[in-house]
């Protein structure tokens, strides 16, 4: 059994490590928007990795504490997160513009909503397409968390809330979280 357990942390480790640490934030080329993906460091959902797609192009895999960047066309983009058998999320629809860059924050220990939130709060009468919260992890969450991470909503690309486990987010929001990320490997 303690076979096990050493085997078992020593890929947990090796799943969590990455490269450098996040320095800062590069400009976005003038006929491309730039997506930096990251994940805070959470318990819940550590051992998940999904592929992350753009318009059904897989622009990288995401992993606990870490962050990429990658360049998009500009335009409606459909964001898909992709499991481990290859099925992807509904997704997040996010209309991005050329020479703007545009954070995308993943965080599977957030609930999923029952119906859209806007970032104050309140409901709206949708229901939600995608769901990326484990409900477990939901007293984890403080409500002052949650009301924060809503307030960090980038309204230039959402304009309601279906889960704070995958939105779009502020760039100073993003930058007080991502100085504890590591470069995700490609």
């Known amino acids: 059994m303690s076979k096990f357990i050493s085997v078992f942390g020593a890929i947990l480790l090796s799943a969590c490590a990455g490269g450098p640490k996040f320095d800062s934030v590069k400009a976005a080329a003038k006929d491309k928007a730039l997506i930096y993906v990251y994940r805070p460091n959470r318990f819940g959902g550590a051992a998940r990795s999904p592929d992350i797609y753009a318009n059904s192009v897989k622009i990288g895999t995401i992993r606990n504490a870490g962050y990429f960047s ?46 859209h939130m806007r970032p104050d709060g309140t409901p709206t009468a949708e229901n939600c397409g995608i769901y990326t919260g484990i409900p477990i992890f939901k007293a984890l969450t403080s409500n ?43």
């Open 144 to 186: 002052d968390e949650l009301t924060k991470i809503l307030a960090g909503t980038d309204t230039r690309v959402q304009k309601d809330i279906c889960s704070p486990g995958i939105m779009f987010v502020t760039e100073k929001f993003a930058e007080s979280e991502l100085k504890d990320t590591k470069l995700s490997s490609p």
């Open 70 to 115: 990658a360049e998009v066309e500009p335009g409606p983009n459909l964001i898909q997160l992709g499991g481990a058998l290859g099925d992807k999320t509904k997704g997040l629809n996010a209309p991005l513009s050329a020479g703007e860059t545009y954070f995308l924050r993943i965080d599977f220990s957030l609930p999923a909503f029952d119906k």
